[in-house]
Structure formats: C-alpha cells, structure tokens
C-alpha cells in the first residue's frame, strides 16, 4: 500500500510540474461559465447534504433499534467524508496556500506553493475530491456492489473541477489521494470495531 501511495504521491507532483498550467490555460475559457453548479454543488451544500442524512439515519436507530449494513455504510462514509474534508480545508489548504486557477489566470498569482499563507480558497488539495472520494472509498469497501455507481461519478466529478477551471489537476489527484487513505482508514477501523462488537 505505501508503495501505490508513494506512486500517487509521484504522480501528483508530475501534475504540479508540468500538467497543471497548460492544462488550467487551456480551459481558461470556462472560468465563471458554471457558476449555477458552483452554487448547488458547493461543498457546504454537499456536507450539509451528508450530516442531514447522518441525522437522518441515527434517528431511524433510535426508533427502530438497528441501521441495515448498507446504511451503516452510510454513516461510516459521511462521517468519514465531513471529517476528511474538515481536515483537508482547516490544515492542509492552510500549510500549502497554492492559488486557484481563476487567482492564477485573472489575478496574476503564481502557480506556486506559498507554505502557512493558505487560505480556505486556496486550491491545493481539492477540498471536494476529499469529500468525494473518502465517502465512495468508504462505500466501495464496505458495500461493494457500489463501486459500478461510484467510479464512473467520481471520474466525472474529477474531470469537471479540471475543465470548470476551479482547480488544478494536481489539486484533483492530491485531494483524491488524500480522500483515498481517509476512506481507506475508516473502513478498516470500521471493520475492526465491528468484528469484536457486531
């Protein structure tokens, strides 16, 4: 496993290096064209969306006593998720302070790293590729059948963050790589609480 983290890792900074201006320049066109998707899928909808059906699902518990092993899942993963990406956008997005594309593109700002300047804006990593993909990872180990839905939307989540022009593509792949070892984690917790108190 670390070396497939270490590799993602690798990858990453190839983006960072070399992918991510001519990539973010090519669909510089697209700044501001999805405003309206901005909107309804921002990350606070998005978690908000998450907690509610946390909420949701433990009242369920209460009145009927137990939660399915899919709604479990369920849980697991948005809490996993909400977690991730609290994490990702109060620490890591703080330490790393790289600049959006439209910082970048309209502002004039330097596709660099600007190490303890970051704001909750800053790009690097994708705070919604975090989000994502710690849930779908946490899903796709605990209910396996998903994994058909799942990738084919995370794909498309990853592809339209690069071509909106609202992140770099090494923003995509860290969020991702990060949103992968959170989800991965959880599951195994998950897993190992469960098998000595099911």
């Not at 999805?34 to 998005?46: K, P």
């Not at 993963?77 to 609290?86: G, Q, R």
């Not at 909106?164 to 593509?169: L, R, S, T, Y």
Request: include cysteine; hydrophobic fraction near 55%; charged fraction near 10%.
């Amino acid at each position: 496993m670390s070396l497939l983290y270490g590799a993602g890792a690798a990858l990453v900074f190839i983006a960072y290096a070399w992918v991510d201006v001519p990539v973010a320049r090519n669909f510089r066109f697209n700044l501001g064209a999805f405003e309206n998707a901005a909107h309804g899928l921002g990350s606070a909808v998005l978690v908000t969306g998450e907690l509610i059906v946390v909420v949701m699902l433990a009242i369920v518990r209460l009145f009927r006593g137990h939660l399915s092993d899919f709604n479990r899942s369920v849980v697991v993963a948005a809490l996993t998720s909400v977690c991730a990406y609290a994490a990702n956008d109060t620490v890591f997005k703080l330490f790393f302070g790289v600049p959006s594309p439209h910082q970048f593109l309209l502002e004039g700002a330097g596709h660099a790293f600007h190490l303890l300047e970051g704001t909750r804006d800053s790009s690097f990593p994708s705070g919604h590729m975090t989000l994502a993909v710690s849930f779908c990872v946490v899903m796709m180990q605990l209910q396996r059948s998903t994994a058909w839905v799942l990738l084919p939307l995370l794909t498309i989540a990853a592809a339209a963050l690069i071509v909106g022009d609202w992140h770099f593509v090494s923003d995509v792949l860290a969020g991702a790589l990060f949103g992968w070892l959170a989800g991965f984690l959880a599951a195994e917790l998950y897993r190992a609480h469960y098998s000595h108190h099911p």
